[in-house]
Every structure is written in C-alpha cells, then in structure tokens.
C-alpha cells in the first residue's frame, strides 16, 4: 500500500469511530467531526442556538455551548453533550422561523413586551408594539440571564423559556390588583405608592397601567418581594406597613430645626454647598459657607428635582433629603441613547418631560437623563450653565443652539457621527445633523453633564 493511502485509510477510520450514528446519538461531544456533526449545528441553527455563520460538521466550544443553551431551554442537564433525550428534544422542537427582531411590529411585539416586563427586564414604561434598541436591550439581559445566547433577537427558544418563566411566577389571588384593574382601590394604591416615592404620574387616575405596574416592581424590588407588578395580599400588607412607618416615624430625640437662608455662614452652608456641587447643583468654582443667591438659586433646582417645595431655603426636610442623596452615577451612554431611539415621533409640547405628554426640548434631555439616575437642570439655560465644556462633543454630550436669542435656546443629545437626537417644535423627538445649515449656524457649543 503506498504511504498516501496509507494515510487516506487512517482518516477514513477515524471518521468511522468519531461519526455519530443517526439512529442514536449517545454521547455527541466536543471533539467530534463527522457530517451527522453537520447536520447537528444546522438543526441547532433553525432554532436559533448555533450563531456561528455556517454549519461546519465540527463539534467545538461553539457548538458546545449551543447544545448547552438548547439544553438549557428545554430543562435538560447542560452538559454540552448530545445524548438520546437531547437529540430526540433537537428532532421534535420546531424551528425558530418566527424570530422578532429589530423593526419587528405588532401583536407578538407587544406580547414579548408584556413579558419582560412582568419579568423586570422592559423598564420602558408603555407597551409599544414597537421592537427598538429598548426591547432588543431587554431580550439581551433575559438571554444572558436564563442561558441563551445574548443575540437581542426573540427567537423561539427565548420565546419558550418567557413562557416557562411566566408560569413559573408566583401565582396572585384572584382579587389581586393588576393591568386593567379600576376604581377606588386602584388610587388607594396610587396614593399609597405616590406617598413613598414610586408612583411618580402628576394624576391619581384609578386606572392600573403600565406605570402603576412599574411602580409596584419598584416597591415589590425593594422590599424583598416576588416581583410580580400585581398587588396580591403581601404586597398590599407590605404597602400599608410601609405608608404606616412613614407617616408615623418612630420617635427620635430632638435635634435642632435647620433653616438656612440668603445670609447664613457657617459649617452648615459648606456641608450644604459641598453636597451640591456633588450633585451637579452648584456651579460657583469654590465652596464659600456663604448663603448667597447662587447657593439659594441651586437649593431651588435641587427642591424641584426631588419634588420638594421650591423656596430655595434650607429647612430640616431639605437638609435630611440633601446629605443623604446618593452621588451621580455615571452614564451609560449606550443605553441613554438606545432609551432616545424609542421615543422617536413622541410630539413636541411646551413643557413636557414625559413620553405620555410629549416633551420640550430639555424636558427630552431631562427625562432621559433621569431614567439614568442622573439628577440635571430641567432648562436650557441651567444645562448651559451646570454643564462641563467639551472642545468636540462625544455620545452623550448635550449640544446647545442659540434659535431665537444669542444665549442657549435649544439642545439635544449628541448620538456619534455628527448627529443629535431632540425634540424640534415642529418635527417632535427626531434625529438631525451638526452640519445641516440651519444647526450649523445656530450651533453655540458641547457640554458634559456626567
């Protein structure tokens, strides 16, 4: 036998050791190489789990972690190895021909929606129908999650394992509070949850939406709660405790009141002062334990950001809520502009800073800003003000215009690529140029507001 036969015959045997048999497929694992191999990736791919580009009758760690994540999806042991039941779950499962992605509509959109949010992961607050950058965003953390791979895309396998996790939620009372719920109870518990900070709506509206559901995640979240969005028993004890605790505080010792003004000096001031600067609220570039008009200008932006009496005086409640604010976070400017691209066509409204209103142009730059955790001025004027100059604005950055004055009248977020996303007068939420002529002329400056 010549030595290249030689050769030829070695593969061919190993092949024949190494092939997997398609009656049965015990043990296919890592390592392997055969055309069944080929046909394996490819059954993997119609249902969404192979991601590698082409099916190459190789059992790698690509394939592996595919098996693992079927696996995973179906509630069998994840093991990366295709035994019997795997295989048999392969041939039986149907393909992933109804995947929703990006520029998805419609009825199976907003069903995906309903779910990750009942599930925490769509923090959006209304059920759009719409699959943008927020949904794909949210199918990601799910994937990651439940191990699938983090594609955004909602194909079956991610579609199966939502309905698992739904039925898997603990199950309300039949008279629990939910979407769709009205009447008095619905804005007792509006009231109850206002009361505590997470109902945030200006109206008791008696009707239970997307925003009431939103609202009790919150407290259900942070009170140790399965997080349902549905007012059952617990959550309905846990809430009349807490309102409870709250309106009547256990009693403490006597401190003396607070109250600073214009004209007040001392340690107080500067611990005021320093607490504001922190936050974005004092501009002046030094800290000076003097109660002037520029600290009593930054106590009034403060008051309005965290829904205080806006008198720009210093009492105990504006002290206490002050020094015990958390410091900024820094931006994800990633998902700040993936949040703006969600709201493109929302209508432009004077004095708007909210998506079921509509929004001015910093009303927009504040609502996002918030979803962050990040507390800025509401106005054009005060961004201008509060804002760190850049000599070329990056994603994230506020770009400002001057369009009926020669000082700040308008601004929007910079996206990369020499475009801004705003709320125009007469467009609503849109994307526009640095360089169309009409913002080029305009065009004041950048600033970082993070």
């Known amino acids: 036998m010549k030595p290249n036969h030689v050769v030829f015959a070695a593969a061919m045997a190993s092949a024949f050791f190494l092939a997997p048999d398609e009656s049965q497929a015990a043990e296919w694992k890592k390592g392997m190489s055969s055309p069944e191999i080929k046909q394996l990736q490819q059954r993997l791919k119609e249902k969404g789990f192979f991601t590698y580009p082409q099916a190459t009758g190789y059992f790698g760690a690509i394939t592996e972690e595919a098996v693992k994540a079927f696996q995973r999806a179906m509630n069998l042991p994840a093991t990366g190895i295709v035994d019997d039941a795997t295989y048999a779950k392969l041939k039986s499962a149907p393909a992933s021909n109804d995947t929703l992605a990006i520029g998805s509509r419609g009825a199976a959109v907003r069903d ?10 769509f923090r959006y607050p209304q059920i759009t129908g719409y699959y943008g950058a927020v949904t794909a965003d949210a199918v990601k953390q799910f994937q990651r999650a439940n191990g699938l791979p983090a594609t955004g895309r909602a194909d079956r396998a991610t579609l199966e394992r939502l309905k ?15 979407i769709g719920s009205r009447g008095d109870d619905v804005r007792k518990l509006q009231q109850q949850l206002k009361q505590l900070g997470y109902f945030t709506y200006s109206d008791i509206t008696g009707y239970y939406g997307v925003l009431t559901a939103d609202a009790v995640r919150r407290f259900q979240r942070d009170n140790g709660l399965p997080v349902t969005g549905a007012v059952d028993n617990q959550t309905a004890a846990r809430l009349a405790s807490a309102v409870k605790a709250k309106t009547n505080p256990p009693a403490t010792a006597e401190r003396p009141a607070i109250r600073l003004s214009i004209g007040s000096r001392g340690e107080d001031v500067k611990r005021v002062q320093k607490k504001l600067k922190e936050l974005g609220y004092f501009t002046y570039p030094t800290i000076t334990g003097y109660y002037g008009t520029v600290t009593a200008d930054a106590v009034r932006r403060f008051q309005q950001s965290v829904k205080l009496p806006v008198t720009g005086v ?38 708007g800073d909210a998506p079921e209103e509509g929004f001015d142009c910093s009303g927009f730059i504040f609502y996002l800003f918030q979803q962050q955790g990040v507390p800025i ?24 215009f001057a369009t009926t004055t020669n000082s700040p009248s308008h601004a929007g977020i910079y996206i990369g690529n020499g475009q801004f996303i705003h709320s125009g007068a007469s467009t609503g939420v849109t994307i ?9 002329q305009r065009y004041l400056g950048a600033k970082r507001l993070f």
Do not use: C, H
């Not at 698992?164 to 009372?173: G, H, L, N, R, Y």
């Not at 001025?377 to 400002?400: C, K, Q, Y």
């Not at 526009?432 to 080029?440: C, H, V």
């Open 377 to 400: 001025p509401r106005t054009v004027a005060l961004m201008w003000n509060a804002g760190v100059s850049v000599s070329a604005p990056e994603v994230g950055d506020i770009v400002f």
């Open 432 to 440: 526009s140029r640095l360089d169309q002529s009409y913002w080029k």
């Open 164 to 178: 698992q996790k739904e039925t898997s939620q603990p199950a309300t009372s039949s008279d629990a509070l939910t």
């Open 112 to 121: 995906l929606q309903r779910r990750l949010k009942q599930l925490g992961y």
């Open 314 to 351: 210093v009492d105990s409640e504006t002290y206490e809520r002050l020094l015990g604010q958390a410091p900024p976070t820094k931006v994800d400017v990633i998902e700040l502009v993936a949040d703006a691209a969600e709201l493109l066509g929302t209508p432009y409204v004077w004095g």
